[in-house]
T-cell receptor
Framework: GENVEQHPSTLSVQEGDSAVIKCTYS??????FPWYKQELGKRPQLIID?????GEKKDQRIAVTLNKTAKHFSLHITETQPEDSAVYFC????????????????FGAGTQVVVTP | ETGVTQSPTHLIKTRGQQVTLRCSSQ?????VSWYQQALGQGPQFIFQ???????GRGNFPPRFSGLQFPNYSSELNVNALELDDSALYLC????????????FGQGTRLTVV
């Protein structure tokens, strides 16, 4: 089955600096890679996702890159702000083109991001 | 808010007891996936229901079971509770046919004592 590894487990950055979180996956058939942000005591919320036919995607201060050959994908947050402090999870699934696996995500262990003013 | 609601929000049970957790999926979504999130860990896939049928299962024992109803709401049942079952249980709804974003509920915090 799919195995997703996420690094680092904790990340402390100064406000305004950039943060990068990296994930690797094992299943070469995985074709959809979402990133979720989870604030303390709250539900995971999708912040950005990328499909396997795309190498990079940006949404304001957030970007995700995908290297299918190396089977890794990364989240990049620029100009970090205190409200970016949260746990971030990467995930992978092979279900993009079929109902068989859609919604069955394999999650990484999470990265605690702390942005200090 | 996502429209995915779970009940109850918190629950304390004794080892050996049984528990039922509930999830109402977002309107238009026919797929519900259940996850167990232990403290400090990422969510682990338990199983998924698609149009009232189990549609895949993670590495969880048979004492974890579920149901999906005609309105696509779902239940997660856990029998013979163990201390290690203490976790946040999350459900996520999505439209399997349209491959839309999976929306998570706020979770049920289960504590087994």
């Amino acid at each position: 089955g799919e195995n997703v590894e996420q690094h680092p487990s904790t990340l402390s950055v100064q406000e305004g600096d950039s943060a990068v979180i990296k994930c690797t996956y094992s299943d070469s058939a995985s074709n959809y890679f979402p990133w979720y942000k989870q604030e303390l005591g709250k539900r995971p919320q999708l912040i950005i996702d990328i499909r396997s036919n795309v190498g990079e995607k940006k949404d304001q201060r957030i970007a995700v890159t995908l290297n299918k050959t190396a089977k890794h994908f990364s989240l990049h947050i620029t100009e970090t702000q205190p409200e970016d402090s949260a746990v971030y999870f990467c995930a992978a699934t092979r279900g993009l083109m079929t109902t068989d696996s859609w919604g069955k995500f394999q999650f990484g262990a999470g990265t605690q991001v702390v942005v200090t003013p | 808010e996502t429209g995915v609601t779970q009940s109850p929000t918190h629950l304390i049970k004794t080892r050996g007891q049984q528990v039922t957790l509930r999830c109402s999926s977002q309107s238009g979504h026919n797929t519900v996936s259940w996850y167990q999130q232990a403290l400090g860990q990422g969510p682990q896939f338990i199983f998924q229901y698609y149009r009232e049928e189990e549609n895949g299962r993670g590495n969880f024992p048979p004492r974890f079971s579920g149901l999906q109803f005609p309105n696509y709401s779902s239940e997660l049942n856990v029998n013979a509770l163990e201390l290690d079952d203490s976790a946040l249980y999350l459900c996520a709804s999505s439209s399997g046919r349209l491959n839309t974003e999976a929306f998570f509920g706020q979770g049920t915090r289960l504590t087994v004592v």
